[in-house]
């Protein structure tokens, strides 16, 4: 019996399915698909955040910064470096810690 997955996964996956005396088929995606997999993966995993909650919401969590860092090495960058750039934005805009809903905008006449 086969299941098929298609999707990009952490490093450690294949052995641990070999551990478990299954046999993983894998490929090394080139960096558009990389690139495109680890969007897909976030959207993935944003997925799972939203049906999650408590400690599992917090691992779901964590496997979206670990797509972030991902995502910013492909930018050259580091996740502290996406950090600082959160921070900064944090010091210009807020964060969202009050709770804001904004309703509308009535403009100037």
Known sequence: MER?????????????????????????LGDAEYKKALEDKLCEEYQEVMESSGDER????ADVVEVVRALAKLENRSLEDIINLADR????????????????VIEKP
């Open 4 to 28: 098929i997955y298609n999707k990009l996964v952490r490093d450690n996956i294949p052995d641990i399915i070999a551990a478990k005396g299954e046999t993983p088929v894998t490929g090394i």
């Open 58 to 61: 917090c691992e779901e969590l």
């Open 89 to 104: 934005k944090r010091e210009k805009r807020g964060g969202f810690d009050n709770r804001i809903f904004l309703e509308k």
